[in-house]
C-alpha cells in the first residue's frame, strides 16, 4: 500500500472515531465499521464505489466531514 493509502486510511479512521455517530461504508454487499483501521486497510482503494451509512447523535457532522475525507483523498462516493 502506497504512504498516501495508509494517511488516508490513518486520516479516516482518526476522524470517524472523533464521532459518536454509528459510520460504516458499504462496498457491495460487505458493510465495514470505517472506525476499525483493519476493516478499512482491507476495504479501502478496491476500486469500487463506497456508500456511506451514518447514524447517530452528530450524523449530520460525521457525515460532511467523512464526505470531505473521501473526495480528498479521491475516494468514490455514491449520493455526493
Sequence with gaps: M??????AIVEINQVANQFQSSIVIKVGKR?????????LSITLF??????????GPDEAEAKLAMEELFIKHGLPLSGV
Design 46 to 55: 478496491s476500486n469500487e464505489v463506497y456508500h456511506l451509512e451514518i447514524h
Design 31 to 39: 458493510f465495514i465499521d470505517v472506525k476499525s483501521i483493519l476493516g
Design 2 to 7: 502506497s504512504g498516501l493509502g495508509t494517511r
